[in-house]
């Protein structure tokens, strides 16, 4: 199963606007390109979509489930084109919103029939026994006949997910799953996920390293839109070796140094901080020990725009 | 004025439903699904057409009851061109045809405007603003007829909510106000059902 | 901050809209409800300026009431005898009012002293009535004949007032309860120092809104009066406009619009802080809703339904409604009896007023620091079968239950009940309508049009009996007021013509479908179209 991402472009524009897009004429100031020529390619596997905030994951997101049209792009699974597959790509996905955003005043249960039935489970004792099936899997058995506005945040997320792996689906999207939960409750999620992922794609959006740190496959980076990388997480911290560091700063001197280089972390001892740095190019003036690089330090390297170069 | 009341309980009942949906965001997960678009749409609209078609008969029952309450109906059996106003009516026909015939007449427009109404919740992602242009719809015949704006009046929502309108004022300015207000609620609602099936809304 | 919040809220589109329409919906209501009134706008500037160019004009319009009898042809401001006749009764008793000033409040003033000697527990109320009309008798204030009509209307506009208080629940929607439901006030409590001032500047951004709401929405209903029925000077006493005369304030008509447009922003004010209250108990956005229209309910019965006579009369007076009916506390002076004891009602309404703000400020401020989240918990008890693997039913179900599709339609069904009027006879002429309709369908074609011929020679002959008297009043054998009364008496007769009318035109057209069609007809009421 190979789900495509074929060069793939998203503008939002004024609604005004719009017309004039569909005539073909382009737009001299579109309020923001979300989507810039991304393409890349997933077998099964857990896949980590990271970038800031306004990167583009949602947007793509988006694309990849079928709610949103790309300007221009095709999304294909096993050769045919999504949209045009319509019902039965949607029956194999399972997608997993941003937001907590559900129906307030039906429980826990009717919730899950509810999207049951839209994912086109049928009556009978299979149906009922994968509902029940996937509450276990998510530990919500206890919290059957609570209503969603009633549940904790934590609870909410595992629903959602609940309701994304309802329909055991081919490919698996989630969208930031430990968004607002306490470290416990993303342990578990992320255990979770690494368990249910067996033989399905599973994209899952996220800027928090933690969450996807030694689970993926492979992690894409997007950009303002645009990809900058796809890679496993070991070819990717290869890449910044020798360009993490760990410089003892005198206090003094701390604030300068601040200015000019990247830094990742800081602990004080005394009249000396340990500074966790990346940069290009050794530090000479101070202490230097050379790091392991890890996944964060990747994310931090691709997004800070300030690196002393010399 | 009972159509004004049925007219405005239609747009508290439909217009939120599918607002609902965009302004909670729910509509990503409904999307996601593969019965959330066609389906979905089909569903309810088979839910609340049948739904609308009884609301409107139990209006005009208990419009009829208050009226054999207060008059006494008599005569139905009578032909219609009994009444002065339908004297140039074509068709010989009897009351109670005449009844059931804009009964019927009056389903078919509730169930077009409704359409509308359905159409204008697909298109806002504010339950409130549905309302509002929901009510803004039924209330502007209203206006209309009281401010005597006769060429307004040749475009406007009168007689879905007032069906007998157009068995007895059956002239050419009521014949192209009906092609007219169809046609635009018929493509209203197929642009707004197509955006919402391809992931345009 | 309250700058910030109105600047918000009037970016809100569905608020402007919200107020677009009411403001058109007020002003098209008085415009149709005027038209229907006074059947044509520009009758009392008509009337009014003839009137002021008389040297006598009680005078003037008894000659030309006497003048129109003779030849009902002869009608210069309206189409109908029956019309002008009421249109000059009117204008009669407002100048005798005006032109007569003097005497008919020197005759209130000996009627309330004669009545307080009856009955002694109208001795205080006597006596500041008898001291406040002396006062204004003994002041340069005299009333001017003039078209303050408009102006008349204007002060007894309920529709306006109800008005208003839909477009203060809409602001406070955008305001208070959208940004609750969002969950805004939980993270309002955890600042200490933001709680207080955060409910006051709220409070202040509604109480601001519902100020320029009721200037906007007033002056606009002003607008639309006096372009329709137009206006003479502001600079005379108030007395001077139609159901003003026994104003108790020495003040112009400028003078007394201010003073009532005062008070009407006052009443404003305190619905404000009702429904910002209302807003801050923990209540979901639905029962906030509930409650306001339920307390605004009550008020009406209680202020319409409660006659001044009655034990209860100071819940009529003591209510929401009643505080939004300016005109009625300030137009004239009235005292209620409580425990056997006399109170002036602007004094009564002043009181309550005041007590009022008193405690809706207090307890709204109550109501927000004790705020807690609503309660939506709730286990729910076997709810699962509600749902299943059928999208129909799922979709019905969540219709109904969830989306409140049952409520909707039960309250419909109720209002559709009660909006139909199921009284066997609605008005006289409902009455007689129906009991002619029943008569004529015994008769056959001929009897029914001799039946309807004889009503007609009767009507004829009550108006020539309206010609004989004003004969009788020139020649000086009755009185003014016999003549006005048995005049009275013969109009109200007169009033069954359309109905007459009707049926004969009905007559002809039965007549012209049997011979026509040949098909069996019977007279039928207009209520099945």
Redesign the interface.
Same mark, same amino acid.
């Given at each position: 199963m190979t789900l495509k991402v074929e060069n793939i472009n998203k503008t939002y524009y004024r609604r005004r606007r719009l017309h004039k897009l569909r005539s073909g004429k382009e737009m001299s100031s579109p309020i923001k390109k979300a989507l810039d020529s991304v393409s890349f390619s997933l077998e099964s596997g857990i896949y980590a979509l990271m970038g800031p905030n306004g990167a583009g994951k949602t947007t793509l997101i988006n694309i990849m489930v079928g709610n949103l049209k790309p300007d221009t792009g095709l999304v294909s699974y096993k050769g045919q084109d999504i949209f045009k597959m319509g019902a039965e790509y949607r029956k194999l996905i399972g997608y997993m919103p941003q937001h907590q955003w559900m129906y307030e005043n039906m429980t826990v249960m009717q919730f899950l029939y509810y999207i049951a039935t839209l994912k086109d489970i049928k009556k009978g004792p299979g149906g009922k026994e994968r509902i029940e099936q996937v509450l276990d899997l998510v530990n919500l058995t206890q919290e059957t006949n609570k209503k969603i506005g009633a549940l904790s945040g934590g609870m909410k997320q595992r629903l959602l997910i609940a309701q994304a792996i309802l329909n055991d689906p081919d490919i698996l999207i989630l969208d930031e799953p430990t968004a607002g939960v306490d470290p416990n409750e993303r342990i578990r999620i992320k255990n979770l996920i690494s368990r249910i992922s067996f033989n399905k794609i599973v994209v899952i959006a996220t800027h928090v390293v933690p969450d996807v740190e030694y689970i993926s496959k492979e992690i894409i980076l997007l950009k303002e839109g645009a990809m900058i990388h796809k890679d496993s997480q070991d070819h990717l911290t290869k890449m910044l070796e020798g360009k993490v560091f760990e410089c003892h700063v005198p206090v003094d001197k701390l604030h300068e140094f601040e200015k000019s280089h990247n830094i990742v972390s800081m602990v004080k001892e005394k009249d000396i901080v340990k500074a966790r740095i990346i940069s290009d190019y050794q530090e000479l003036d101070f202490d230097v020990k050379e790091l392991v690089p890890s996944l964060e330090d990747v994310y931090l390297y691709n997004y800070r725009s300030s690196i002393r170069l010399d | 004025?009972?159509t004004t009341?049925?007219a405005l309980?239609s747009v508290? @009942?439909l217009a +939120?439903?599918f607002s609902?949906d965009r302004q909670?965001?729910?509509?990503? =997960? @409904? #999307?996601?699904?593969?019965? #959330?678009?066609?389906?979905?749409l089909k569903?309810?609209f088979?839910?609340?057409l049948p739904?609308q078609a009884l609301?409107y008969i139990?209006?005009q029952v208990?419009?009829y !009851? !208050?009226?054999s309450?207060?008059?006494?109906?008599?005569?139905i059996s #009578?032909?219609i061109?009994?009444? +002065?106003?339908f004297?140039d009516f074509p068709i010989?026909i009897d009351?109670r045809v005449m009844l059931i015939l804009q009964l019927l007449t009056g389903i078919l427009l509730v169930w077009l405007f409704c359409t509308f109404i359905f159409s204008i919740s697909i298109k806002n992602s504010?339950v409130?603003?549905s309302l509002?242009i929901g009510? =803004?719809a039924c209330?502007c015949p209203f =206006?209309l007829a009281?401010?005597n704006f006769d060429l307004a009046k040749m475009f406007w929502l009168g007689p879905f909510l007032a069906p007998?309108l157009l068995f007895?004022k059956f002239t050419w300015p009521v014949i192209l106000n009906m092609v007219v207000m169809t046609s635009f609620i018929v493509l209203f609602a197929h642009k707004a059902v197509k955006d919402y099936t !391809?992931?345009?809304v | 901050m309250v700058c910030q919040s109105i600047k918000l809220l009037l970016k809100n589109k569905s608020f402007i809209m919200i107020c677009m329409l009411l403001i058109f919906a007020n002003g098209i209501f008085q415009y149709k409800t005027t038209m229907d009134d006074v059947f044509d706008k520009n009758v009392y500037k008509e009337t009014i300026s003839w009137l002021t160019d008389e040297a006598q004009p009680l005078d003037s319009l008894s000659v030309y009431r006497r003048e129109i009898l003779e030849d009902p042809n002869n009608l210069r401001f309206l189409p109908h005898l029956y019309q002008e006749i009421m249109l000059t009764s009117e204008l009669s008793s407002y100048a005798d009012g005006v032109l007569n000033y003097e005497a008919k409040v020197e005759q209130l003033i000996n009627d309330t002293r004669a009545r307080a000697m009856f009955f002694k527990t109208e001795e205080k109320g006597a006596k500041e009535t008898t001291s406040t009309y002396q006062r204004l008798l003994s002041s340069d204030q005299r009333p001017t004949l003039g078209n303050y009509f408009a102006f008349g209307r204007w002060v007894k506009l309920g529709f306006t007032d109800g008005v208003l208080c839909i477009l203060l629940l809409a602001a406070a929607t955008f305001l208070i309860i959208q940004e609750r439901e969002r969950g805004m006030y939980t993270l309002i409590k955890t600042m200490k120092l933001g709680r207080t001032r955060y409910f006051l500047q709220k409070a202040a951004t509604l109480v601001l809104v519902g100020i320029l709401a009721s200037i906007v929405l007033y002056l606009s209903s002003l607008v639309v009066l006096i372009a329709m029925l137009g206006t003479g000077p502001w600079s005379v006493a108030v007395q001077s406009v139609p159901g003003h005369m026994l104003n108790p304030f020495p003040v112009t008509i400028l003078g007394y619009a201010t003073m009532f447009l005062i008070f009407k922003i006052a009443s404003c004010i305190i619905m404000t802080l009702f429904i910002t209250f209302l807003c801050f108990l923990p209540l979901k956005a639905p029962a906030i809703y509930l409650t306001y229209g339920i307390s605004m309910g009550v008020s009406v019965i209680l202020y319409y339904k409660i006659y001044p006579g009655s034990t209860y009369v100071l819940l009529k007076h003591i209510n929401l409604i009643s505080l939004m009916d300016t005109a009625e506390i300030t137009n004239k002076l009235y005292y209620v009896s409580v425990f056997g004891k006399q109170y002036s009602l602007q004094g009564i309404m002043l009181t309550f007023a005041g007590l009022f703000f008193a405690i809706l400020t207090v307890a709204g401020m109550i109501a927000y620091l004790t705020y807690k989240k609503t309660y939506s918990a709730a286990m729910g008890k076997k709810k699962t079968r509600l749902y299943g693997f059928n999208g129909f039913t799922n979709e019905a179900t969540r219709l109904l239950l969830h989306q409140k599709g049952l409520l909707i339609i039960a309250a419909f069904i109720m209002i559709i009940v009660f909006a139909n009027d199921f009284t066997v006879h609605k008005n006289d002429l409902d009455t007689y309508y129906k009991n002619a309709v029943d008569h004529l369908n015994a008769l056959d074609i001929d009897e029914a049009e001799k039946w309807i011929e004889k009503r007609q020679e009767e009507l004829e002959r009550l108006e020539g009996e309206i010609i004989s008297l004003g004969v009788l009043l020139q020649e000086g054998q009755i009185t003014e007021d016999a003549y006005q009364q048995a005049t009275i008496t013969i109009s109200q007769q007169l009033y069954y013509r359309s109905v007459v009318t009707e049926l004969e035109e009905q007559s002809v057209h039965i007549r012209d479908m049997k011979e026509s069609k040949g098909i069996a007809c019977a007279y039928l009421y207009k209520a099945l179209l």
């Open positions: - | 004025m009972n009341i049925f309980f508290s @009942l +939120p439903i609902f909670y965001k729910m509509e990503r =997960i @409904l #999307g996601a699904t593969s019965r #959330g678009n066609k389906y979905l569903t309810r088979r839910i609340l739904l609301m139990a209006m208990i419009w !009851s !208050s009226l309450y207060r008059y006494g109906i008599k005569n #009578g032909n061109q009994s009444l +002065p106003i004297k010989v009351m504010d409130i603003q509002l009510t =803004i209330v =206006i009281f401010v007998s007895y !391809s992931a345009q | -």
